[in-house]
């Protein structure tokens, strides 16, 4: 039996929903990624090492993670089986001097990150979450409760807000945090025990500290409702696949491959983004440590390999039908979405769609189609990346979601664990 198999749809969600709370930001889940692995038996690897032959091993950059597990074999027909994922999600990113004085108040000096849904980060209950690090080159990961929120202005002091919102980055999401003056970083390097002085440098974020939510419906399990499942989805999706298949133990002649990118949000063009060296370099590393070293062999491998992208997509909003494509109205519920864009938004070829579709059928989920709206250009992802750097096979699909970069997505919980299932599947040779 599967790992999976031992899951309903909601202790899924539940599940999920606790590694949502544990993950605030890339490094973070990153952090999770790679400590259930190791629990699992993995071996923890660092890229300045060496590490031929470690059959089971997982690696952390910063924000993102890559994981593999090695055939018992190399043979000319070995190549890789990809999924790849991003571990970020749009927020607001703490400026250098993190806080400013206003009328009374201490505030919180952000800048936006990504393109994040931006009024639904009103009035909530804000965290900052993130890594520093000291003069000495140490980091920390560090993780406060809520202690700031946007206030927004009352009606009553502008009648137009319901009807015409208009709001300034700079201005009007500027978060409080403390009445008086209070300088926010040495409250948060108290909280984690770190000298304010030593501080280098920090990569901290806003964070939306309220719980998952699983509710609607006569069952009450139409809906999962979090911040931050773009993408952590489908990071939590392939991890758990991974682990399934790594529980199972059954021989496969490709090398598996769990990889999760930084920085997809603000275009990936980072060292830890998907146009950065991580996955490349991964393979490489594991093509020159077997009996396929070299060139040659290494192109052979990536000829013989293929990519699933696997990010968030749209479900027909109810509110806005004129928005989506009339002919394709994918819904919470109705499975994951094989995500299709003829300008190459997407990856998705034919090719792409049968080994979808292949796995899937072994296992037993059914899937829908997202196309665009002509009138509505859709977003992009790492999967058109991986394609033009590899030439390898690359398929993109995703859970479907409502809301997707507000601060509080809305999900299935049933898609959640069928979206695990399919990539089990194909990492099981599908």
């Known amino acids: 039996m599967s790992n999976l198999d031992s899951f309903s749809s909601r202790s899924y969600a539940q599940a999920f929903g606790e590694f949502i709370a544990e993950s605030p930001t890339s490094y973070h889940a990153a952090e999770q990624v790679a400590n259930q692995l190791v629990a699992a038996g993995f071996d923890r690897c660092e890229q300045t090492e060496a590490w031929p032959h470690i059959s089971r091993g997982v690696m952390v950059i910063a924000g993102a993670v890559v994981a593999w597990q090695l055939p018992e074999k190399f043979t000319a027909h070995t190549g890789a089986r990809i999924v790849g994922s991003h571990t970020d999600s749009p927020s607001f990113k703490i400026k250098p001097v993190a806080t400013s004085t206003v009328a009374g108040y201490s505030q919180v000096n952000v800048e936006v990150y990504g393109g994040p849904l931006l009024n639904s980060w009103l009035n909530r209950d804000l965290g900052i979450a993130g890594q520093i690090v000291t003069t000495d080159g140490e980091r920390h990961l560090v993780k406060t409760d809520a202690l700031m929120t946007i206030p927004q202005l009352a009606p009553h002091l502008d009648r137009s807000q319901n009807d015409d919102l208009k709001l300034s980055r700079q201005r009007d999401y500027h978060p409080v945090w403390a009445v008086g003056e209070a300088d926010v970083m040495e409250y948060i390097c108290a909280s984690a025990g770190i000298d304010a002085e030593h501080v280098a440098g920090t990569d901290l974020y806003a964070y939306d500290t309220a719980e998952s939510r ?87 491998f990536i000829a013989q390999s293929s990519c699933i992208s696997a990010d968030a997509g749209h479900a027909i909003n109810p509110n806005k039908v004129e928005k989506h494509d009339p002919a394709h109205h994918p819904i919470l519920g109705g499975g994951p979405l094989l995500k299709i864009n003829s300008q190459q938004r997407y990856a998705t070829d034919a090719i792409g769609s049968a080994t979808w579709l292949r796995a899937a059928h072994q296992a037993g989920v059914q899937t829908q189609e997202f196309v665009s709206n002509n009138d509505v250009p859709c977003g992009t992802t790492i999967g058109p990346l991986t394609a033009t750097r ?30 695990a299932k399919i990539l089990e599947a194909y990492w099981m040779g599908a």
């Open 390 to 419: 590899f030439g390898m096979t690359t398929v993109d699909v995703g859970v479907a979601m409502l809301s997707m970069h507000s601060v509080r997505e809305i999900t299935n919980p049933g898609d959640l664990l069928a979206m």
């Open 214 to 300: 699983i509710y609607g419906g006569p069952n009450k399990d139409a809906f999962f409702c979090s911040g931050r499942q773009d993408n952590l989805t489908s990071v939590y999706a392939s991890l758990q696949a991974f682990l399934a298949v790594a529980q199972a133990d059954k021989k496969h002649d490709d090398v598996l491959i769990f990889v999760a990118f930084d920085h997809e949000e603000v275009g990936s063009g980072t060292p830890t983004g998907a146009s950065g060296p991580i996955l490349e370099s991964t393979l490489r590393r594991i093509v020159d440590s077997s009996e396929l070293a070299g060139d040659e062999g290494y192109w052979r």
